[in-house]
């Protein structure tokens, strides 16, 4: 059974490192997404063992541990806030720059770099012409 869990979250952490490496960002979220859905299922994986209920175990078997499920539990709770979180930041991205391409998002913040870096450097020489070479 621990196998068949092994199997099931290296697939789906295959496919979700798969998205993570394409080149629009919901997809880029979805795989962030797999990602962590697949250290739940080795979490929940790892405690996989059969006992009595831990609240009110017999003398015959050794309990379970709930801690498994809290943690497990826990980890969803925080892998939707974070996906949430996630998709208000493409959200706000697509309203800004009007684009989801990892590529173009790219180019056009090293455009926006040079541009800022231009004019700074044109502020710089208008303050004080002389001495904008020699500060280095």
Known sequence: ???IFAIAAA???GCGAYLVLTNDLVRVVAGMVLISQSAVLVVIASGLTRGDAPI???GDKQPSDPL???MAL???VIGLAVTALLLAIV???RATLRSLEVRELARDEAEH???VERS???MYERLDPGEAGEEQ
Request: avoid cysteine; proline fraction near 4%; charge should be negative.
């Open 1 to 3: 059974m621990t196998l």
């Open 120 to 122: 700074l450097d044109e």
């Open 68 to 70: 498994v499920q809290a």
């Open 113 to 115: 770099t040079t541009a």
């Open 56 to 58: 009110l175990p017999s």
């Open 74 to 76: 826990t980890a969803i």
């Open 11 to 13: 697939v789906v952490f």
């Open 91 to 93: 959200a706000r991205v």
